[in-house]
Each structure stands twice: as C-alpha cells, then as structure tokens.
C-alpha cells in the first residue's frame, strides 16, 4: 500500500510538471522567455514546451496597437499663460525583447517623454499659435518621441491633443471676442443683404422706367402715323375737291365759250356778263372784291359798252 501512495504522489507530481511546461501563447500576445535569468527567445502564438525549473517567462507582452490617455498636464505658454492639455497616444511593440530590457516600464517611458517635449514645443509658443496650430504640435510630438521609443522597440502610431484648455478669464474673453465676430459677421451679411436688396429695387425700377418710356415712345408713334394718315387722307380730299372744282368750273367754262361761240356773242357781250358777275358779287356783304388799278381804268369802257348794247337791244 505505501508504494502505491509514493507512485500515486509522483504521478500527481509528473502531471504537474508536465502542465508547468506547457505554455499557450494567444494570437496577439508574445511570451519573453529566460533560461537561467537570461534572455532565451520570444514564444509566438500557439503551443510551447519549456523545461520547468529552467526556463521562465519574463513578461507577456501585447502586439496589439494600444492607446495611452494621459491626463491634462498643465503648460506655460510662451506669453505666459496656463493652459492645460491633454494628450492621447497610439503605440504599438515591435520588438518585444527591447520592451523589456531597454526599459523597465515603456509605458512610463511613452507618458513622460510626451509630457516633457510638450512643454518644450508649447513653451516656444503663444497662446494664439498653440490654439491654431494643434496639428503641428501632433507632428513634432510625433517625431520627438518616436525617436526616443525606437530604443524600445515601441513604435508610436499617433499622437493627438484632445483638450486645450486656456484660464477662465481667458476663455471669457475669446468668448466675447467670438461673438463679437459673430455679431460683425452679421452685420456684414444683413447690410450686403440690403445692398443686393436694393440693387434688386432699382434694377427694377430702372426696367421699369425703360418699359415705360418705351410704351410711351410706342403711344406716341402710333399717334403720330395716325395723325399723319388724318392728314394725308384730309389732303387728299381736299386735293379731289379742289380736283372736282376746277374740273366742273373747266366745264362751265367750256360749256359758255361753246355757247358764246354758238350764239356769235362777241367781247362786248363777254364785258357784259363781267359786269353783271362783278355787280352780283357785290351785292353780298360778305364778299369783298380787289380789283387791280388797270382793272378799275377799265370798268368806264366797259360801262359805255354796256350803254351801247342797251341801246341796240331797244332797237
């Protein structure tokens, strides 16, 4: 019965050394492993049998990208302000064995070489250059410690400020300063606004006065060609009026020298009627005769001639 006890205990005790030897490695992780207190090799992901009592895993290391918040830090700008930032970093390892021997805690490392080259890089600044220029802080951030984690096999993915946060009083006036900006800005819109406004007024307007004015010239066009054809269809009918007259006194005239000459009426019969027309003409007081000084010389002989023609007719 006791050698099976003792067989018992060493089997227990085989089983656990075999277990102590076995070391799983999950993907994303390596295992930093020492023999006899010195480095040996890195235990990638997967199964992996060590020696126990000899070999031991040093650290477990995460091949993931990480991320380092650090917390707002205090900075003095460069006309003297406190402001306070905060940062936060993006980091990977790469090679694990400098990880753990060039540092005993690159996370630290990474934290404090961020705060100290912030503040330098911050310091050489003024509060309106930091507020404005957070990407160029992340780019010297960046280059600086990148270098300095090199020796640690760390590479730095990116580093961000999250938070620039300047004095109370400060923040108060760029505050008031932003609305006065706004208000300006404003300002500027409404009165370009009431200019566009009022170059719409007075374009219209303007078009306005064109159309009337041309509807105007259009009216008085018009009236004028009408006028114009009044006139030319009243002077037409006066011309066939006049036309009309002179063609029928033509006729009466033509008809009593035929008659004159059918009857032998000779010129004193002619100074006869001239006599008789004149005197009909006379007799209306609306008439009034202007005789030339030959005309009235003649008036005697044409008296005498018209005495004589009596006496003959009596005859």
């Known amino acids: 019965m006791p050698w099976m006890f003792i067989t018992a205990i060493l089997l227990l005790f085989a089983l656990l050394i075999l277990l ?24 990638n992901p997967g199964w992996h ?52 021997y060039n540092i005993e805690n690159y996370v630290s490392g990474i934290m404090y070489a961020t705060i100290t080259n ?50 109370a009083e400060i923040q108060n006036a760029m505050e008031k300063q932003m609305k006065a900006e706004r208000e300006k800005r404003a300002a500027i ?10 170059i719409a007024r007075a374009e219209g307007e303007k078009r306005s006065n064109i159309l009337r004015a041309e509807a105007e010239k259009e009216k008085n066009i018009r009236l ?41 009426t000779d010129a004193r019969i002619i100074a006869l009627k001239q006599v008789e027309a004149l005197k009909e003409l006379s007799l209306n007081p609306a008439n009034k005769l202007i005789l030339p000084v030959d005309a009235l010389s003649s008036l005697g002989s044409i008296a005498a001639m018209a005495d004589v023609i009596g006496e003959q007719r009596k005859s």
């Open 20 to 43: 102590t030897s076995i070391k799983v490695v999950n993907t994303g992780q390596v295992f930093v492993l020492e023999r006899f207190g010195q480095y040996y090799k890195t235990l």
């Open 118 to 167: 912030m503040r330098n890089i911050i310091g050489d600044m003024s509060l309106d250059e930091v507020l404005a220029g957070r990407d160029q802080i992340n780019m010297k951030l960046l280059h600086i410690v990148d270098a300095i984690t090199d020796a640690y096999g760390i590479k730095l993915l990116s580093v961000e400020i999250k938070n620039i946060l300047p004095p």
């Open 224 to 264: 004028a060609e009408g006028l114009k054809e009044s006139q030319l269809l009243e002077a037409e009918g006066k011309a066939k009026a006049i036309e009309t007259i002179a063609n029928a006194e033509a006729e009466a005239i033509r008809k009593v020298n035929t008659s004159i000459i059918e009857s032998g």
């Open 49 to 100: 049998v060590i020696l126990p009592f000899v070999d031991y895993v040093r650290r477990k290391i995460s091949m993931k990208q990480q991320i380092l918040d650090i917390q707002p830090q205090t900075v003095i700008t460069k006309d003297n302000v406190n402001i306070s930032v905060d940062n936060v970093i993006f980091y990977q390892v790469l090679n694990p064995k400098d990880a753990v």
């Open 189 to 198: 819109l409404i009165a370009e606004g009431d200019r566009e406004s009022s």
